[in-house]
């Protein structure tokens, strides 16, 4: 039904826009572009004409005469973070050099509606493809349609049936960090997981699990923190007052960093007593006391990697999606030791 009415009648263009707002096409690709040389009255003309004929912001950019807009979206957490920076960089490095501009949504939560509402950002901007930075908890069949109509890579492991994946291999991860402790000679390893409904910390808690169940050894109960210093520093506290805790795995470097200070604090040394593995291998994490074992994630060689494959999906939509997975790396440093005698 949809097509017929597309075929019987018109999707209104720029120049109907410059036509209702008295103005020229150009000015209508300056305001929907976001440039600042616009005057204020002639911005509210143009956009009014835009909300009254229905225009959506996106045939802007691909309107105009080279029909690109060379600009790239990336969906992303307002919550900083040091790796989410690195990613960020890596996907502006990457598409710089290709000659595109990037235009970044965030959002503050992982609810559908959310990524629902910075994905429509995006394609009102006009971008041709999109990173989604974020884990698609649940999908929706607006997602699903607006990944349909965008060219789009995830780069944490989670799809919907349009989209590519670029992705480290979050389980590998775990058995690198649980194999590294084992082999020092400790009797299990604990863990303190990331949130579950992130796709990533439930690899990583699978990881853990299967490396010990396939040594035959105990699986103590998980604890979930939420990624930040203060869920780390909250479990660490349980930790440290278990005796037979010796060595923890945790499922990101800044939750390692305050389980550390629990540690301390309940008079346990790292690693004398226990010794701690984290995973991203962030900048701190070299200079943290004792610096920090931790497994390595290529971060911004992971955005830059998303960008390949979203032009690759841009230059050829019908292109079958391929994921790339790629393998992490354990960096050995002072966290990590024998269990005490």
């Known amino acids: 039904m949809g ?16 036509k209702a707002a008295g103005v020229s096409a150009q000015t209508v690709s300056r305001v929907l572009s976001g440039h600042p040389n616009v005057q204020d009255k002639t911005r509210v003309k143009v956009l009014a004409a835009v909300e009254q004929l229905g225009y959506r912001r996106n045939n802007a950019a691909r309107a105009l005469s080279s029909g690109r807009s060379r600009t790239l979206g990336v969906v992303t957490l307002q919550a900083p973070s040091s790796s989410r920076g690195l990613v960020l960089s890596g996907i502006e490095s990457a598409a710089r050099s290709a000659g595109y501009a990037v235009n970044t949504a965030t959002t503050a939560s992982l609810d559908t509606s959310a990524i629902e509402a910075a994905l ?28 349909r109509s965008l060219p789009t890579v995830t780069i944490d492991g989670s799809r919907t049936p349009a989209t590519e994946i670029v992705a480290v291999d979050q389980a590998l991860a775990a058995r690198l960090a649980t194999r590294h402790l084992l082999d ?29 169940e396939a040594a035959g050894r105990a699986v103590p109960p998980p604890l979930e923190g939420d990624w930040s210093p203060a869920s780390g520093y909250r479990n660490g506290l349980i930790l440290g007052r278990i005796p037979d805790v010796t060595a923890v795995f945790v499922a990101g470097d800044e939750m390692a960093f305050g389980v550390i200070k629990a540690l301390y604090e309940l008079g346990r040394r790292v690693p004398e007593d226990i010794s701690v593995v984290g995973v991203d291998n962030i900048e701190l994490a070299e200079f943290c006391r004792p610096p920090l074992t931790t497994v390595a994630q290529p971060f911004a060689e992971m955005g830059a990697l998303a960008v390949t494959h979203l032009l690759r999906s841009i230059a050829d939509p019908a292109a079958v999606p391929e994921p790339e997975i790629v393998e992490p790396h354990l960096v050995i440093r002072a966290s990590t030791a024998g269990p005490p005698s």
């Open 184 to 212: 020092l000679g400790h009797d299990t390893v604990w863990h303190v997981a990331g949130p579950q409904e992130w796709l990533e910390a439930a690899n990583r808690l699978d990881g853990w699990r299967g490396t010990l």
């Open 3 to 18: 097509r017929q009415k597309a075929a019987t009648k018109r999707p209104p263009g720029m120049t109907d826009v410059a």
């Open 120 to 147: 429509s950002q995006l394609a009102d901007e006009g971008v041709e493809g999109v990173v989604l930075a974020v884990p698609l908890i649940h999908t929706s069949h607006r997602i699903e349609q607006l990944t």
